[in-house]
């Protein structure tokens, strides 16, 4: 986070020492050329911005004593943005990629677990900034493959549908449309698990009352 409590002299040191307080660890001062404070891991510069990890307990707890915020910033989560090249793309494929997506709104969004399948499209890049956590090496690996047969699909398609269909069984049409990509075989049976995990219904039988178990 960062925090501008916008003060100096002896109200910073005050804000430096609720800081202190608050978290039970020393102040350091840093000195010249920066004449920072170092509380823990947050430091406090010259004109009382507050920099260090997101902490609304500590926000609060200033609040208490009189340090109002006039402007705060909080770090941004660990998300995934993929990009692919716009040159990569005629505009009939990139009319045909919109539709593709437009065709699977509702099952991608759930797939994915994000609120928008907006795509930013520049003079260079086609970017799909539709994926939340970008710490699992695995689940990357997995959105990485969709987009890019996606995109693949969009090239080769002459004509795309963007009419989305109701589904009843979430894990069969989207495996359906997983197979459509290229995700067949045993060595994308991890990726197929993680693409279909936030799905409902078995990915094995249209009729999952009449099928059975899951097995994917």
Known sequence: MQINYNVTGEKRKSLVGAISQ???VPIKYL???TFTYEVGSYHIDKNGTVTGPDNLDLENALHQQGFDTEER???EPDRLTIEMPRSA???AALENLKR???SKTNLIKKALGTETLKLEITDDKVRFPWFEDGTDPDA???CTHFVTALCDMAKTQQRVSATERP???EKYALRC???RLGFIGAEYKEERKILLSKLTGSSAFKNPVAGGADNE
């Open 31 to 33: 000195g010249a050329p």
């Open 89 to 91: 793309f005629t505009d």
């Open 100 to 102: 593709l997506v437009e």
């Open 73 to 75: 910033e909080y770090d």
């Open 22 to 24: 608050e978290l039970n």
């Open 167 to 169: 589904v009843d069984n």
């Open 140 to 142: 990357v690996k997995a």
């Open 177 to 179: 449309f997983l197979l």
